[in-house]
C-alpha cells in the first residue's frame, strides 16, 4: 500500500525523535557503577595496574569502576565473559598479551575473537622483556651469548610452553641465528630462583620481575627489549644497541569494552583513561612496578587497535617459527 506524505513524515519523525532519545541516553552514561573485569587472580601486575588506573577512571567518570577478577584459562575465560556482554559500555577488560594475542595461537576453542569482538580503549603501559642471565655465564653481552650459544648448550627459561616470554624467545632466536634451548616452566614463581641457583644458564623474562637480581649481582641483564634504556637500570643496552635491530617485546596491558560500543561511550572512556594515566601517583607507582607507561598515541583507540593488530601478527609468526598446535 502506497504511504501517503504525512505518514512518511511521521515515521521520518519517528526516526529522528528515536536518535534524539538514544544520544540523550548515552550523554547521561555513565548512570551506574562499571565493571572492569581482570581476567588473572588478584595480586597480578594487570590486578594491580587494573585497580590503579580504575579509580583514578572513577573520579574522571563520576561512577565507580569496580574491579572484577574472573581467572581461567590463561585470561580467555574473563576476555569471553566481555566480548559476550552488553556494548553499552558497564562492562570492561583489562586485556593483556595473553588473552588478545597469544592464546588464539594455543587454545583451540576460544570463544572470541580478539580482533573483531572488542572495541579498544587505550594501552596503559608496557613492562618490557629481558635477557639475563646467571653471574658465572661468561657472556657479558648479547652478541657474546648469541656466540656462546652456538658452541655449547644454554639453557633460558620462560614462563612457559606459549606464553608471552616463550614467543620473544623465539623471536629472538630467529631473527639473531641464536640456539638458546628453550626451558619452560610454569609461570615465573620458581623461574627467577632457579636462575639465581643456577640450574638454569639465562631467562627470557620481564624487565622488572629480574631487576632485584641483577642489582644483587646474583645475575646480571645482557638485553632489555625495549626502544630505550630503562631509568631503573640505565646500564642496560637495548637490545637494537646489542645488535639485534628494531627487537622489541613486552608484557603490556590495555582497556577494551565488547565491539559495538557506542562512539561518544569509547571517547570518553579513552579520555578518562589519558586523565588517570597523567595523574602523578599513577605514573610513580608503575615506574615503581618497572612499566613503562603508553605513549599518547598508544592511549587511543585507534593507536591501541593497531598496536594489537602488529601483537598478533608477531604472536603468529613466533608460533609458527615454534611450531606451536592449538590445544
Known amino acids: 500500500m502506497p504511504i501517503s506524505r504525512r505518514g512518511l513524515l511521521r515515521a521520518l519523525g519517528s526516526v529522528s525523535v528515536l536518535a534524539m532519545f538514544s544520544r540523550r541516553a548515552y550523554a547521561a552514561w555513565p548512570e551506574r557503577p562499571i565493571r572492569l573485569i581482570v581476567p588473572f587472580a588478584p595480586g597480578g601486575n594487570a590486578d594491580i595496574v587494573a585497580r590503579l588506573v580504575g579509580g583514578r ?94 658452541q655449547q648448550q644454554v639453557g633460558v627459561g620462560t614462563a612457559g610452553i606459549g606464553s608471552a616470554t616463550h614467543l620473544t624467545l623465539e623471536r629472538f632466536n630467529a631473527q639473531t641465528g641464536a640456539k638458546l634451548l628453550h626451558v619452560p616452566y610454569r609461570g615465573g614463581g620458581a623461574l627467577l630462583p632457579d636462575l639465581v641457583a643456577g640450574t638454569i644458564q639465562g631467562a627470557m623474562t620481564e624487565f622488572s620481575s629480574a631487576l632485584p637480581h641483577h642489582r644483587g649481582g646474583k645475575a646480571r641483564f645482557v638485553g632489555i627489549a625495549s626502544a630505550k634504556r630503562s631509568p631503573l637500570a640505565p646500564e642496560v643496552a637495548t637490545m637494537d644497541e646489542g645488535g639485534v635491530k628494531d627487537f622489541a617485546a613486552a608484557s603490556y596491558i590495555g582497556i577494551l569494552a565488547p565491539s559495538g560500543t557506542p562512539q561518544d561511550v569509547v571517547a570518553r572512556l579513552q579520555a578518562a583513561l589519558t586523565t588517570a594515566l597523567g595523574a602523578s601517583a599513577v605514573l610513580d607507582r608503575m615506574r615503581e612496578l618497572g612499566a613503562e607507561v603508553a605513549t599518547p598515541e598508544l592511549m587511543s583507540a585507534a593507536g591501541f587497535g593497531a598496536f594489537i593488530r602488529q601483537e598478533y601478527e608477531r604472536s603468529r609468526v613466533a608460533a609458527q617459527i615454534a611450531g606451536l598446535k592449538k590445544e
Open 57 to 150: 577512571m572513577s573520579e574522571a567518570l563520576g561512577q565507580p569502576v569496580v574491579v572484577e577478577n574472573r581467572a581461567g584459562a590463561g585470561g580467555s575465560l574473563g576476555a569471553e565473559l566481555v566480548a559476550r556482554a552488553a556494548p553499552d559500555g558497564y562492562t570492561l577488560l583489562t586485556g593483556s598479551n595473553g588473552p588478545l594475542t597469544v592464546n588464539p595461537f594455543v587454545q583451540a576453542k576460544l570463544g572470541y575473537d580478539p580482533l573483531k569482538d572488542f572495541a579498544p580503549i587505550g594501552l596503559t603501559s608496557q613492562v618490557p622483556h629481558a635477557l639475563i642471565v646467571h653471574a658465572a655465564v661468561p657472556a657479558r653481552s648479547l652478541q657474546e651469548l648469541i656466540a656462546l650459544s652456538r
